[in-house]
């Protein structure tokens, strides 16, 4: 079966709208505070950074702090609601449709949201992120992945409904990026328990 972005949206929108107060509550795990952390390190004071797939804001709050201008976008409502609570500038916005001038940021951050994103469409979101990048600009892209290659809806999840799961090996996710123009800065994983395991990409547009 072939599944589709637009497909997809919908349910996902639901499921993190239902979902955004005990996200809001939620703490970080201590490997995701030091992603973020790495990645931040990189961008000089005052970097203009779009956040998408921002949820309910906890990172970019972070950004803020640290003297980042931040953009937030998210396509669950009730998350962008509780990023513009946090004093954050905030949108609701998907993946496809970033209204954004073309090089309106320097860097862009992505963690475990682009693996909601259907292989047929992900090259294209790819090249929607690299658009509102300037020339030279930094992306950060964090998602689960797998030992194989494989999507669909995920069958034991505890949101409702079921959410959209796209699962690429190392090999796979890092030619996507580089095949949409992206060059590799940095590249690891992280065993995070429970046999999941976090691909971290850091690349240049």
């Not at 709050?61 to 954050?88: E, I, N, P, W």
Request: proline share 4%; charged share 20%; net charge negative.
């Amino acid at each position: 079966m072939t599944f589709r972005y637009d497909d997809v949206l919908n349910p996902l929108r639901t499921a993190y709208d239902t979902d955004a107060s005990s996200r809001d509550a939620g703490d970080k795990q201590p490997w995701k505070l030091a992603e973020r952390q790495a990645f931040g390190d990189r961008l000089t004071t005052g970097a203009r950074l779009l956040e998408i797939g921002a949820g309910t804001g906890h990172d970019s709050t972070y950004f803020q702090q640290r003297g980042t201008a931040v953009v937030a976008t998210d396509l669950s409502a009730d998350m962008v609601a509780r990023c513009r609570a946090k004093g954050l500038d905030a949108h609701v916005m998907d993946f496809l449709n970033l209204n954004f001038p073309a090089g309106s940021f320097d860097a862009v951050y992505a963690l475990n949201c682009l693996l909601h994103v259907p292989n047929r469409d992900f090259p294209t979101v790819l090249s929607r992120i690299a658009g509102v990048l300037r020339p030279g600009g930094l992306f950060f892209l964090g998602v689960y992945g797998g030992t194989e290659n494989s999507e669909g809806p995920l069958t034991d999840d505890v949101l409702v409904p079921a959410r959209f799961f796209s699962w690429r090996t190392d090999d796979r996710l890092q030619a996507l990026a580089t095949d949409a123009g992206f060059t590799i800065v940095d590249f690891h994983t992280v065993d995070v328990g429970s046999g999941h395991r976090f691909q971290s990409l850091t690349l240049r547009r």
